[in-house]
C-alpha cells in the first residue's frame, strides 16, 4: 500500500471518530435543553485540534514506518491532487449552506455545524477518491 494511500485511510479514520465524538458529546448535553442551546464552540475546537494533532502524529509514524521519507511521484501527486479537488466540493457546498443559512438568520449553532460537517464530508470524500484512484487506478483526462 502506497504511503499516500495510507494517509488518506487515517484521515477517514480520524475524521469520523472526531466527528462521531463531537456529535455525541453535544446530544450527551443537550438533555432536556434545546440543541442550538447547547454549549458546543469549545468542544468543537478541541475536537478539530485533537483530530489535527491526531493525524499529525499518525503520519509521523506512518512515514517511519514505511522508511519512504515521504517520497512521492507523479501518480502519487495527479492522485492527491485529484482527491483535493473532489473533496473541495464539500468545502464550497458548506461555504453554500453557512451563506444561505446566515441570510435565514439561523443560529450560529447551525451555521458553524454546517461548516464543521462540510469539512469532515470533504475530507471523506477526497480521501476515498485517493483511495478508490489506488485500488481501481487513476485516469487523467
Known sequence: MASEEKRAW???????????FYVATV?????????????YASTMLWTIG???VVSIVLHIIVSIADGSGG???QRDREIGRFGEHIGQSF????????????MLEVDYFWIANAIYLA?????LLGSTAKI??????????
Open 10 to 20: 487515517i484521515m477517514i479514520v480520524v475524521s469520523v471518530c472526531a466527528y462521531a
Open 27 to 39: 446530544l450527551g448535553r443537550s438533555g432536556s435543553t434545546p440543541l442550538a442551546e447547547v454549549p
Open 50 to 52: 485533537g483530530s489535527i
Open 71 to 73: 517520497k512521492t511521484d
Open 91 to 102: 468545502v464550497v457546498t458548506g461555504g453554500v449552506a453557512a451563506l444561505i443559512l446566515a
Open 119 to 123: 469539512f469532515v464530508l470533504s475530507a
Open 132 to 141: 478508490f484512484a489506488y485500488r481501481k487506478g487513476f485516469h487523467p483526462w
